[in-house]
C-alpha cells in the first residue's frame, strides 16, 4: 500500500481486516500490493492470485471465469476492469456473484499513485428494495445510489483513516481531517459551524454538546454498535453507525437517508390517507394470507361479525362460514390463477355472531408477485340479505301467481309481434289436446279455423294503439276433438315507452254454456267452484253494487273467520279496519276496475285485525255485476319487517352510546396534563405563599382544579364503564351546593326555588362529583325550558325515603313539559328538544349513565305544577358495587426516606417541572429528560434511585423506554412507575397489564406521586 501505509503499522492491517467489506489496494503498474481476508474470501483468491505482487489483469481474468462479471469474457473483463480503475470515478461499477449476491465496486486513489478497491455488499439493500417495491407496488426504489462516509478512530480516538464520503456529508475541508486529529475537533467543528439542527440557536452550548457526544462514543462496548441520525441544518439526516472493534478502533459509518424517510414519510402518509378510505367503507373489506388466515379486516367487517379487529386478526376466514360451503370455497380460492385472479361468489349463506343468517356477495381477488407466486388475497363482501329474501319473496309470489294462472279454468296465452305462441296456461293446452312444447312457438292465428274470424282478428290486433290497447271478440272454435265451442277473447297490446308493441297478451272465455242452454251453465258452474274452492288463498266475489259477498272460497276461513257462513253474512265494507280504508280500496278499484296487491288493514269475522295484500278483478257471477276479490295474509311479514325495525334501531342506539363513550373520552384526555398542572401548582403557591390572602386564593383554586379533576375523572370512568369512587353522602348538602352553583341563572330567569326534604334521611353511598352533575344538568334544563313561560316560574325538588334501600327524589318545573311521543327518545346520546345552539343532547344521557353506575334509576312523567317532573331513585347502600378509595399519603414514612435522585421524563415539560417543584420542596434531586431518548442517554451516565415515566412521548415512548431499559440493565424494572392520561386506549391497557408496574392516572396530584415513590421504595405499588 506505499510507504505512508506501511508506517501505519499493525495497527491499521487490524483496522482493515476488522472492516466488513472486501478491500485490495493495488500500486501503479496494478499489482496487488495489499488484501484484508473479506477481499481473498470475496474473489476466491488463493496461491500466487492472493500474494503481494499478483497483477490486476490476472485477477480480472480469475473474477470472469468464476461468473462474477456475468456473460463478459476474459479478456472483454480485463479490458473493461483495467479502463474502469483508470478513471477519475469513486464507484467503478458493480459485480454479482453466482450465489446471488451484489457488490458495488468503488475505488480511492492512494498517495503513492495506487489505489484502493472496496467492495460494498449491496445485496441486504437491494434485497430490501426489491421487497419494497413488490408490497407497494406503486412506488419505485427511489434508493439507487447512496453517499456514504467512512472514519476509523484509534483508541485514543485519533483519526486513522477517512474517506472523502465522511468529508462531503459533513462539510469539511480537503486539509481538515487528517490522521492523528482527534474526534473531539471533528465533533466540535461541525457543532460550531451549525450543522446539526440540534445546534442552532443562541442558547446552544458547543461544549455541553461536544462533551454529551463524546460521553455516548467512550462508552461503546464491542459488539454493540450505535445507530443514530444527525438532522442537518440543510435538511439532511445523516444515518451515523458506530462500532468498537475488539483491538479498540472505533469504525464509524455515515449514510444520507434523506430521500429514504422522505419517501418513508410519503408512503406512510399514502397509506394512511388510503386507510381512512378503507376504513369508512360500508362494505365488508378483509385480507388474508396463503392460509386463508385473516391478515386485515376494515370496521365494517368487525361491526358484522361483533369482535374487535385484535380478536379476528389470524382466525382462518372459512371459519365463519356454513360448514358445507367450506371446502368448495377453499378449492375455488387457491384454484385462482394470474390469467384468472377473481372469485365472484352470488348470495353466500353465512350464519352471523347473533344466530342469523345473512347472505353475502363477495369479490375475492388473488394478488401475485412478479413470478405468479400468490402473495396474498383480497375480498370485498356486500351485505345482500334484504335483497336476497326480497328476490325469494318475489320468486315465490311469481310461482303463486304463475300457479293462479295455469289453474285458471280461462285461457290465458301471450305471443309475440310476430303472432308467435311464447305462453299459454294448462286451460289453453287442455282445449287444443296439445302440450306446451307442441304448441309454444306456433302461429297463434293458426289455432282458429275460421278464414274470417282469424282475418278479423288480426285486422284488430294491428289497429291497437297505446290509447286504445284492448280489442276484444267472441269466436266459434273447433277443439282437437272436433267439438265446437263458443269462446270469448280479450286480447291486449303491450307497449314501451316509445309506444311500440312488444308483446301481446289474450284471456279467452269458454261461454259456451251461456249459448247453449242453462245446464250447459250449471256445469260452468259447478266447474268454475271447484277450482276455486281448489284454490289455496282467499278468494271472494261480491255485487259491485250491493256490497254482498256472493261467494266466499273455504280458503278464506283460516284468515278472515272461524266459519263461512260468519264471513259470508259480512258486506265487502265491514272487510275492511276503518271506513277511510274502505274509501282507499274503492277509490283504486272502481277507477280501472282493476286493483293488483295493494295493502290494506282488513277486519275478519271474528274482529281481529291484519294486514293484507288484496287483488281484485271486474267479473260476471251468475249474470251479476260483481268483482273477484283475492287476499293474502301479511302478518308474518310485517312481523319480520317490525323486527328489522327495532333490530336496526338498537344497533343505532348502540352506535350513539359508542360514540358519545369516545367524545367523553377525548374531552377528558385533552385536560388531563392542564389539570395536573393547575392542582399541583395551586397546592405549591399554597404551601409558600406567606401572604394568608395569597394562601387562601390558592385554596381556591386547587380546591376547584380538584373538582375539576374529579369530573375529568368522571368522564374518563364513564368511558371505560368502571364502577363510580362512593362515600357516604348527604343529599340535602349535595342539592344545595347544585343550588348555589346554578343560583345566579335562577334568580336572572325569576325561579321561585321550594326543597322539600323528609326529616332524618340518611347519607347515600355515591359519587358525589357525579350525583353533583346529575342534580346540576336537571335544574339547568328546568331553568332553561322555564325562560319564556310565563311569571309565576317554580321549580320544586323533594326527596323522601322510600323504603330501607332506597331514597326517591322528584325535580319539578311548571314549565311546557315533555312529549309523550318524545319521552321514550329524552334519555338517547345526541337527541335534544332545545333550540339549534342551546343543547347538545348528551346530557341527559350522561345523568342515566351516572344513576345506571350508582344502581339508580330516572325516569320523566308529568309533574303536580304543570311541567315536567324527573324521578330518581338511589339506592341508600352500595348494593355490592366496587367502590375506589382515594390513596392518602402516609406523610410519616415520607418524611423518614432518604434523599432520592429522581428522573421524570414527560415531554409535557409543565408536568415535569411541576413534579420536580414538590419533590425538590421535599429535599430530593430531580432531572428532567423530554422523552424516552433522552432518558435512555441520561442513564447510561448517571445513576437514579427511582424513574417516573409518561407513555405517550416522541422519539420513544414509555413502553419503548421499558424495554430498552430491561434490554440494558441501566436501572432496576421495579423502581420504574408510569404516570399517564391514556389508560382508555388498547395498548396503554395491555402494556400496563403486562409489565404489571405502578402508574398514576392524570390529572393527580402531588401527593399521589409522592405516595407512588414511597411505593416503589419498598418494592411496591399504591394501591
Request: hydrophobic share 40%.
Amino acid at each position: 500500500m506505499g510507504e505512508a501505509q506501511a508506517q501505519r503499522g499493525s495497527g491499521a492491517d487490524q483496522v482493515l481486516q476488522q472492516l466488513p467489506h472486501a478491500v485490495g489496494a493495488f500500486d501503479g503498474d496494478l499489482k496487488l500490493t495489499y488484501a484484508n481476508a473479506a477481499y481473498r474470501q470475496l474473489l476466491k483468491l488463493s496461491g500466487p492470485l492472493a500474494e503481494t505482487g499478483a497483477s490486476f489483469q490476472d485477477i480480472a481474468r480469475h473474477n470472469a471465469r468464476n461468473g462474477l462479471y456475468g456473460d463478459m469474457g476474459e479478456e472483454e473483463a480485463v479490458a473493461y476492469w483495467v479502463a474502469r480503475v483508470s478513471e477519475d470515478a469513486d464507484h467503478i461499477g458493480e459485480v454479482a456473484r453466482p450465489d446471488g449476491t451484489t457488490y458495488q465496486v468503488e475505488k480511492t486513489v492512494l498517495p503513492d499513485g495506487g489505489f484502493m478497491l472496496t467492495y460494498v455488499d449491496l445485496t441486504e439493500l437491494k434485497d430490501s428494495q426489491r421487497a419494497h417495491e413488490e408490497k407497494t407496488r406503486f412506488l419505485e426504489a427511489i434508493l439507487q445510489n447512496t453517499a456514504h462516509g467512512i472514519s476509523i478512530f484509534d483508541s485514543d480516538l485519533k483519526l486513522i483513516v477517512a474517506n472523502d464520503g465522511f468529508l462531503e456529508l459533513y462539510g469539511y475541508g480537503p486539509d481538515f481531517a487528517k490522521p492523528g486529529t482527534t474526534i473531539e475537533a471533528c465533533i466540535r467543528d461541525r457543532l460550531s459551524r451549525g450543522v446539526y439542527v440540534e445546534g442552532e440557536g443562541p442558547e446552544r452550548d458547543v461544549d455541553e454538546m461536544t462533551a454529551t457526544r463524546l460521553d455516548v462514543i467512550r462508552n461503546l462496548k464491542p459488539d454493540d454498535p450505535k445507530v443514530i441520525r444527525d438532522k442537518m441544518v440543510d435538511g439532511r439526516t445523516i444515518l451515523v453507525r458506530r462500532v468498537l472493534a475488539s483491538f479498540g478502533a472505533h469504525i464509524t459509518s455515515y449514510t444520507d437517508i434523506t430521500e429514504t424517510e422522505r419517501a418513508y414519510e410519503a408512503l406512510r402518509a399514502s397509506e394512511m390517507k388510503f386507510r381512512s378510505i378503507v376504513d369508512d367503507q360500508t362494505d365488508l373489506i378483509c385480507r388474508f394470507d396463503r392460509d386463508l388466515k385473516l391478515t386485515f379486516v376494515n370496521p365494517s367487517y368487525s361491526r358484522l361479525h361483533k369482535e374487535d379487529k385484535s380478536e379476528l386478526l389470524g382466525h382462518g376466514i372459512l371459519s365463519y362460514m356454513d360448514e358445507a360451503e367450506r371446502e368448495p370455497l377453499k378449492r375455488a380460492i387457491l384454484g385462482l390463477t394470474p390469467d384468472n385472479p377473481v372469485l365472484y361468489s352470488e348470495a353466500e349463506r353465512r350464519t352471523l355472531p347473533n344466530g342469523e343468517v345473512g347472505w353475502f356477495e363477495w369479490t375475492n381477488r388473488a394478488i401475485f408477485d412478479e413470478a405468479g407466486n400468490v402473495l396474498e388475497y383480497q375480498a370485498v363482501g356486500r351485505d345482500v340479505t334484504e335483497q336476497y329474501l326480497a328476490e325469494i319473496n318475489l320468486r315465490q309470489s311469481e310461482a303463486q301467481h304463475r300457479a293462479i294462472v295455469q289453474d285458471q279454468n280461462e285461457m290465458i296465452c301471450r305471443f309475440d309481434t310476430e303472432l308467435r305462441l311464447t305462453f299459454a296456461n294448462q286451460a289453453y293446452y287442455r282445449f287444443f289436446s296439445r302440450d306446451g312444447e307442441s304448441l309454444i312457438g306456433t302461429m297463434f292465428l293458426d289455432l282458429i279455423p275460421d278464414p274470417e274470424a282469424r282475418a278479423a282478428l288480426e285486422s284488430g290486433l294491428r289497429a291497437l294503439t297505446p290509447e286504445d290497447p284492448v280489442f276484444s271478440g267472441t269466436y266459434r272454435e273447433i277443439s282437437a276433438a272436433g267439438e265446437a265451442f263458443w269462446h270469448h277473447w280479450a286480447n291486449r297490446a303491450l307497449f314501451d315507452e316509445d309506444g311500440r308493441i312488444v308483446e301481446y297478451q289474450a284471456v279467452g272465455r269458454d261461454i259456451t254454456v251461456e249459448k247453449e242452454a242453462l245446464d250447459a251453465l250449471e256445469r260452468s258452474e259447478h266447474r268454475f267452484r271447484g277450482v276455486a274452492e281448489a284454490h289455496p288463498l282467499p278468494v271472494l266475489i261480491f255485487d259491485r253494487r250491493a256490497g254482498d259477498l256472493l261467494y266466499v272460497g273455504p280458503a278464506a276461513v283460516p284468515t278472515l273467520g272461524s266459519n263461512l257462513e260468519s264471513i259470508a253474512a259480512l258486506k265487502v265494507d265491514d272487510l275492511f279496519a276503518s271506513p277511510k280504508e274502505c274509501e282507499r280500496f274503492y277509490a283504486a278499484f272502481w277507477n280501472g276496475g282493476v286493483h293488483d296487491q295493494s295493502e290494506f288493514s282488513l277486519r275478519t269475522a271474528d274482529g281481529r285485525i291484519i294486514p293484507a295484500e288484496v287483488t281484485v278483478r271486474s267479473v260476471e257471477y251468475e249474470g251479476r255485476d260483481a268483482a273477484a276479490l283475492g287476499v293474502v295474509d301479511i302478518s308474518d311479514r310485517k312481523q319480520a319487517e317490525a323486527e328489522i325495525a327495532r333490530q336496526r334501531a338498537s344497533l343505532a342506539q348502540s352506535e350513539k352510546m359508542s360514540a358519545l363513550g369516545s367524545l367523553l373520552a377525548s374531552v377528558a384526555h385533552e385536560l388531563n396534563n392542564p389539570l395536573s398542572i393547575i392542582v399541583g401548582q395551586g397546592e405549591l403557591l399554597e404551601l409558600i405563599a406567606d401572604d394568608e390572602r395569597v394562601k387562601q386564593r390558592a385554596e381556591r383554586i386547587r380546591l376547584a382544579a380538584d373538582r375539576c379533576a374529579r369530573i375529568v375523572g368522571t368522564f374518563l370512568s364513564m368511558a371505560r364503564q368502571k364502577a363510580p369512587t362512593r362515600n357516604p353522602t348527604d343529599l340535602q348538602e349535595l342539592v344545595g351546593g347544585a343550588l348555589e352553583l346554578a343560583s345566579s341563572a335562577l334568580k336572572t330567569t325569576n325561579i321561585d326555588v321550594e326543597t322539600d326534604f323528609a326529616e332524618g334521611l340518611p347519607e347515600i353511598s355515591a359519587d358525589a362529583d357525579q350525583l353533583m352533575q346529575v342534580v346540576l344538568n336537571l335544574i339547568i334544563n328546568a331553568q332553561h325550558a322555564l325562560a319564556d313561560q310565563p311569571l309565576p316560574r317554580a321549580l320544586k325538588i323533594a326527596a323522601r325515603q322510600q323504603d330501607a334501600d332506597t331514597i326517591t327524589m322528584s325535580i319539578a318545573d311548571n314549565g311546557p313539559g315533555v312529549p309523550d311521543e318524545l319521552r321514550e327518545r329524552i334519555f338517547e346520546p345526541f337527541f335534544t328538544t332545545k333550540p339549534e345552539g342551546l343543547g347538545t343532547g348528551i346530557g341527559l344521557s350522561v345523568c342515566h349513565s351516572i344513576l345506571s353506575s350508582h344502581g339508580g334509576t330516572i325516569a320523566i312523567a308529568d309533574s303536580a305544577l304543570g311541567g315536567a317532573e324527573f324521578a330518581l331513585s338511589l339506592p341508600i347502600r352500595d348494593n355490592g358495587h366496587a367502590s375506589q378509595v382515594s390513596v392518602e399519603l402516609d406523610a410519616e414514612a415520607w418524611s423518614r426516606i432518604a434523599r432520592q435522585r429522581i428522573l421524570v421524563v414527560d415531554d409535557e415539560l409543565e408536568v415535569a417541572r411541576m413534579i420536580r417543584d414538590h419533590l425538590e420542596s421535599d429535599g430530593h434531586s430531580v432531572i428532567i429528560a423530554n422523552n424516552g431518548r433522552e432518558a435512555l442517554e441520561r442513564l447510561g451516565k448517571e445513576s437514579f434511585d427511582i424513574v417516573l415515566s409518561d407513555l405517550r412521548m416522541p422519539e420513544l415512548d414509555g413502553p419503548g423506554l421499558y424495554e430498552a431499559m430491561r434490554d440494558s440493565a441501566v436501572h432496576p424494572l421495579d423502581r420504574i412507575g408510569f404516570l399517564t392520561g391514556d389508560t382508555l386506549s388498547a395498548s396503554a391497557r395491555h402494556f400496563l397489564a403486562r409489565v404489571d408496574g405502578p402508574y398514576l392516572e392524570k390529572p393527580f396530584r402531588p401527593d399521589e406521586v409522592r405516595q407512588l415513590i414511597l411505593g416503589l421504595l419498598d418494592g411496591a405499588a399504591p394501591p
